[in-house]
């Protein structure tokens, strides 16, 4: 019996990782984008595995003004220095399901024959100006760096709803001055259709 539960208990502590404590700031935060940091479709984007600084300059973002949402900037005003690193890298540490092997262009279909979020995606649109989402997001969107965070397993009405800000202009902060000039020339098809794809991606 003794050697059963012994058995039992270490299959457990192998079975997954074990999680970092949620520190007291998040408590807040894991109403909307839950416990395991995946957030929920039409109300909080996925953040879980997000580098730490990209987390950070976000909830900076909210605090100062430069990113307007009116549910966010309230929340990230009650997060004092610390407690903005110490959420940030909470939801860092939470694991998120991403293609295992991502694909990098040469690996992918001819552009003929991928769909349009795909092929906007890997090749983008050169005669519109629009470069491939992958150069700077890396391959399948599983992000790159501490500036470009992950879109694969995205929820599509988030990607939908930030490419739109940077269309009007509501969202402001912008790695580099890129994501305002393509997102607007992006046509409402090619926002739905490439959120699409990499809300398909992963994110569990």
Not at 75 to 84: E, K, Q, R, T
Not at 140 to 161: C, K, S
């Amino acid at each position: 019996m003794t050697k059963t539960i012994l058995l039992g208990a270490l299959l457990s502590a192998t079975a997954a990782p074990a999680l970092a404590e949620m520190p007291p700031q998040a408590a807040v935060c894991i109403s909307c984008h839950q416990a395991s940091g995946l957030g929920m479709a039409n109300l909080a984007p996925s953040i879980a595995g997000m580098p730490v600084p990209y987390l950070a300059e976000q909830l900076r973002h909210f605090q100062s003004g430069a990113r307007d949402n009116a549910i966010m900037k309230p929340m990230a005003m009650m997060l004092d220095d610390a407690g903005v690193e110490a959420v940030s890298q909470w939801f860092a540490s939470l694991p998120v399901s991403l293609p295992e092997r991502p694909a990098f262009r040469g690996e992918k279909p001819a552009p003929q024959n991928m769909a349009t979020g795909e092929r906007l995606a890997y090749q983008g649109d050169w005669q519109r100006d629009i470069p491939s989402c992958v150069s700077c997001h890396g391959p399948e969107g599983v992000g790159a760096g501490e500036a470009f965070p992950r879109l694969a397993g995205q929820h599509a009405d988030y990607i939908e709803g930030q490419l739109k800000a940077w269309q009007s202009g509501s969202r402001a902060p912008d790695t580099h001055g890129l994501m305002a000039p393509i997102a607007k020339r992006l046509s409402a098809e090619d926002i739905s259709a490439v959120a699409s794809y990499f809300a398909s991606l992963g994110g569990q």
